[in-house]
C-alpha cells in the first residue's frame, strides 16, 4: 500500500502570507494526487487534481506542483477563508490512501 | 454534486448497519462511486469503491468480508451494507463521486455519522 506524508502537520500564518504544503508518497504515483480542503463541520472539497490542475471555481491563488514522490499546494496569498484542513490523496492505485492533514490556523 | 447520506446510528459491537446515499444534479449511473471515512484518529480512510455498473467492487482490508457495497442506477442511490461492527469502524461516513475508472473524488454531502459501542 502507498503511505502518504503531508508536513507541517500544523502551520500558522497570517493573512496574504505565501504558504506551501508538502505531500510525499512512499512510492511513485506519476501525478495522481489530488489536494482537498475542509472547514470544521463541512466535507472536504476538492481543490486540485492530478497534481497541478485547478478545479474549476477554485481560486488561483491555489496551486499544486510535483510528481513521482514529492508534491507541494501553494497558496500564494492568505485569504481568511483559506483557514482549514488540508489533505493529499493519491489516486494511483489500490488502495486510496490519504495524508493525516494540515491544518492552516491563523497566527 | 448533490449527494445525501443516511442510515447511521448508534450501534452495538457485533451489529449491523445499511448506509444509503441518494444521489442527484448527475448522471448517477455513468459514475463510479466509493464510501469514505473520517475518524479523528485515523483521519480520512477509503473504504470501498463500486464501478458505475456494479462489475468492478474493491475493499479496504480493514471492511473485507464485513461490508458490502452496492448500488441501484434506476433508484440513483449507493449503499454501504455493514456487518459485525468494531469499536473502530466509528466515523462519519461519506460517500463521493469518483472522476474516471480510478479517480479522484468529489465530495457532496454531510455525511452519516456511525456510532459503534456498548
Known amino acids: 500500500d502507498i503511505q502518504m506524508t503531508q508536513s507541517p502537520s500544523t502551520l500558522s500564518a497570517s493573512i496574504g502570507d505565501r504558504v506551501t504544503i508538502t505531500c510525499r508518497a512512499s512510492q511513485s504515483i506519476s501525478s495522481w494526487l489530488a489536494w482537498y480542503k475542509q472547514k470544521p463541520g463541512k466535507a472536504p472539497e476538492l481543490l486540485i487534481y492530478?497534481?497541478?490542475n485547478l478545479e474549476r471555481g477554485v481560486p488561483s491563488r491555489f496551486s499544486g506542483g510535483g510528481s513521482g514522490t514529492e508534491f507541494t499546494l501553494t497558496i500564494s496569498s492568505l485569504q481568511p477563508d483559506d483557514f482549514a484542513t488540508y489533505f493529499c490523496?493519491?489516486?494511483?492505485?489500490?488502495?486510496?490512501?490519504f495524508g493525516q492533514g494540515t491544518n492552516l490556523e491563523i497566527k | 454534486v448533490q449527494l445525501v447520506e443516511s442510515g447511521g446510528a448508534l450501534v452495538q459491537p457485533g451489529g449491523s448497519l445499511r448506509l444509503s446515499c441518494a444521489a442527484s444534479e448527475f448522471t448517477f449511473s455513468s459514475y463510479e462511486m466509493s464510501w469514505v471515512r473520517q475518524t479523528p484518529g485515523k483521519g480520512l480512510e477509503w473504504v470501498s469503491y463500486?464501478?458505475?455498473?456494479?462489475?468492478?467492487?474493491y475493499y479496504s482490508e480493514s471492511v473485507k468480508g464485513r461490508f458490502t457495497i452496492s448500488r441501484d442506477n434506476a433508484r440513483n442511490t449507493l449503499y454501504l451494507q455493514m456487518t459485525t461492527l468494531r469499536a473502530e469502524d466509528t466515523g462519519l461516513y461519506y460517500c463521493?463521486?469518483?472522476?474516471?475508472?480510478?479517480?479522484?473524488?468529489?465530495?457532496g454531502g454531510q455525511g452519516t455519522q456511525v456510532t459503534v459501542s456498548s
Open positions: 463521493v463521486r469518483v472522476t474516471g475508472v480510478w479517480g479522484y473524488f468529489h465530495y
Open positions: 463500486i464501478s458505475h455498473d456494479g462489475s468492478n467492487i
Open positions: 492530478k497534481a497541478s
Open positions: 490523496q493519491q489516486y494511483h492505485s489500490n488502495p486510496y490512501s
